[in-house]
């Protein structure tokens, strides 16, 4: 089994949709968490709601710090996956074991107005970040390989579509 921690910043929207995504998808294969450099504290609700009307369990997601995952007595993790611009161009704690990193940027969601249309800003983010995850799990035999992991993950962006939305 591998481990991916899913950031962004505020840890309330993508990057709790990424960790949701890789664990129902991931079927044992894969241990998903996410944090932010700055937490909102608790997920979006419309994050929340995007997961239950997929048949998603929400149990257990919460907003929490990436210094949860850093130290010398964090858990080991093997790939890192930024989700927004802001937390990639920050500077990342050490996170033990050395893990793969990439970028898959996406628009966020949880700033979009009225509420229809956040709904369907969390429901694109959604699908792009479902796209990418059934892409890295149906290419890769060996997941513990790093660099087959990265290139997985990097192609996974390149070529899954990026939401039509503006943030």
């Known amino acids: 089994m591998i ?10 929207a993508r990057s709790i949709l990424g960790e ?3 664990n129902a998808l991931g079927a044992g294969a894969v241990s998903a968490v996410s944090a932010g450099s700055k937490p ?16 998603l369990s929400t149990q257990g997601l919460s907003s929490k710090s990436w210094d949860v995952f ?41 700033y979009v107005t009225p509420d229809n249309a956040c709904r369907d800003a969390f ?11 059934e892409a890295v799990l149906a290419s890769v035999t060996d997941l513990t390989d ?3 992991l ?7 962006h390149e070529t899954a579509p990026v939401p039509e939305f503006q943030s």
């Not at 990265?150 to 996974?156: G, N, P, T």
């Open 40 to 55: 909102k504290g608790e997920p979006h609700p419309v994050a929340l709601e995007t997961l239950t009307r997929h048949g």
């Open 150 to 156: 990265k290139a997985a993950l990097k192609a996974a």
């Open 3 to 12: 481990r991916i921690l899913v950031l962004c910043t505020g840890n309330s």
């Open 123 to 133: 429901e694109q983010t959604f699908q792009a970040l479902k796209s990418r995850i």
């Open 20 to 22: 949701a995504l890789f």
């Open 70 to 110: 850093a130290g010398p007595d964090a858990p080991h993790i093997h790939g890192v996956i930024t989700v927004c611009d802001s937390a990639a161009s920050e500077a990342c704690p050490i996170w033990p074991g050395a893990p793969v990193q990439v970028h898959w940027g996406l628009p966020d969601p949880a």
């Open 146 to 148: 790093p660099a087959a």
